[in-house]
């Protein structure tokens, strides 16, 4: 089954500091994988995506993620975070006619 | 200009109650979405329009019905509200409907059902 985990459902860190956040996917064929982040009282926005190709991919706002086939990762960077990234991340997965499996989501605090 | 815009933002309905919450979007695309959020933040599909044609149903219990009267717009009308239904609802659309397409999703809807 199509399934996508986001192992860290908070994680804090001090603004200007570097930021990973874990996704691992489940997916028969291959992956279209996206990271959409939702700030507060907000709709999702895309981050990045991947779909082919190389397999680091740059987003808005400074993110970037790595595809890992041989790990089942997608997992999204920065590397110095500002205050106004502070947000819920969610990773997903395109599945057949387009159906996005999201997963749970990860919380990202940021301390001044 | 707003692309993917949804009314109302907010509704607050007792038990039992009939309510639709509207989508609309201008971007063109041909394929709109109804997402359900949680109290946990996960999201869920519940179905997928491409040109007005139901194309993703998901295991939705059937007081959720889908209407898009045309390619702009996707209403979701709810019949005998159930506490459980509180929840965000996001619309969203995509250009096509591969599985590679981006979805816009819109601001959300969040219902409180009491």
């Known amino acids: 089954a199509q399934s996508v985990t986001q192992p860290d459902i908070h994680i804090t860190v001090s603004e200007g500091a570097s930021l990973e956040l874990r996704c691992n996917y489940s997916?028969?064929?291959?992956?279209?994988l996206f990271w959409y982040v939702q700030s507060p009282g907000q709709g999702l926005q895309l981050l990045l995506k991947y779909f082919s190709g190389d397999t680091l991919v740059q987003g808005i706002k400074g993110f970037e993620a790595e595809f890992k086939r041989s790990q089942s990762s997608f997992n999204l960077r920065k590397p110095s975070v500002h205050w106004s990234d502070a947000a819920e991340y969610f990773c997903a997965v395109g599945a057949v006619t387009n159906k996005l499996i999201f997963g749970a989501g990860t919380r990202l605090a940021v301390h001044p | 200009d707003t692309a993917v815009s949804q009314t109302p933002k907010y509704l607050v309905t007792q038990m039992g109650n009939d309510k639709s919450i509207k989508c609309e979007q201008n971007l063109g695309h041909d394929t709109m979405y109804w997402y359900k959020q949680d109290s946990k933040k996960f999201l869920k599909i519940m179905f997928s329009y491409n040109n007005k044609e139901l194309i993703i149903n998901e295991t939705v219990p059937n007081r959720f019905s889908p209407k898009s009267p045309d390619k702009a717009h996707l209403n979701l009308h709810i019949n005998s509200l159930e506490l459980g239904d509180s929840a965000v609802y996001f619309c969203a659309s995509s250009l096509l409907a591969g599985d590679t397409d981006t979805q816009y999703f819109g601001p959300g809807t969040r219902l409180t059902v009491l």
């Open positions: 997916y028969g064929a291959t992956p279209y």
